[in-house]
């Protein structure tokens, strides 16, 4: 059975403050790993990751994927209070249609 | 451009009645999936229809659930004789094939009181 596994569950950090969120995955035939926000509403993507070692960024927000080792990390730098949210990560296989969401990071940022 | 449309946002349903859950895909979409979100868990796959085609469901209860995409107009979600058990958020995602991102709507909160 495919497994996503998230950690840490919760964080709580201050302002300024740099996190990183980790997904492990156990999968047959992968196809991309993705991340969303979560913020009491709609899951709001943010990277797909398909190949390894190559980093997406957006901003203060940016992802890596090593296929080798079946994981992801996600950084914030400087973390403001609207960061403060549920992070899901994802994978997809190439045969299926679905995603497998691990239980997501419920972070917390104080001002 | 609207992203993927649902409704209505919060549906209250008593015991042994129907819910039916609507989602609009974005423009151009012809992939929608549904998925469940029971309070403290994380997203559940249920359904991944194509138009008029229903593609993979093995996420979806056998007894009481259905879904649709119909050629035309939205897909529906429609859960029959709804228990307590069958609260939770239903999000609906599109994306325009296998290989691209899911986009999601902003759920459907059942409650079955």
């Known amino acids: 059975e495919d497994k996503v596994v998230q950690s840490p569950l919760s964080l709580v950090v201050h302002e300024g403050d740099t996190v990183t969120l980790n997904c492990s995955y156990e999968?047959?035939?992968?196809?991309?790993l993705l991340w969303y926000k979560q913020e009491k509403k709609a899951p709001t993507f943010l990277f797909m990751l398909?190949?390894?070692?190559i980093e997406k960024k957006s901003g203060r927000l940016s992802s890596i994927l090593d296929k080798k080792e079946l994981f992801s990390i996600l950084n914030i730098t400087a973390t403001q209070t609207g960061d403060s949210a549920i992070y899901l990560c994802a994978v997809g296989i190439a045969s299926g249609s679905r995603l497998t969401f691990g239980e997501g990071t419920q972070l917390t940022v104080n001002p | 451009n609207a992203g993927v449309m649902q409704n209505p946002r919060h549906l209250v349903r008593r015991r042994g009645q129907e819910a039916r859950l609507r989602c609009s895909p974005v423009k151009g979409h012809s992939h929608v999936y549904w998925y469940r979100q029971l309070p403290e868990e994380g997203l559940k796959f249920m359904v991944y229809?194509?138009?008029?085609?229903?593609?993979?469901e093995s996420g979806m209860p056998k007894e009481r659930f259905s879904a649709e995409f119909p050629k035309e107009g939205p897909s529906i979600l429609r859960i029959q004789q709804v228990v307590r058990g069958d609260s939770a958020a239903y999000f609906c995602a599109s994306s325009t094939d296998l290989n691209t991102e899911a986009f999601f709507g902003q759920g459907t909160r059942l409650t079955v009181v």
């Open positions: 398909t190949s390894s070692g």
């Open positions: 229809l194509q138009k008029e085609n229903i593609i993979d």
């Open positions: 999968v047959t035939n992968f196809r991309s």
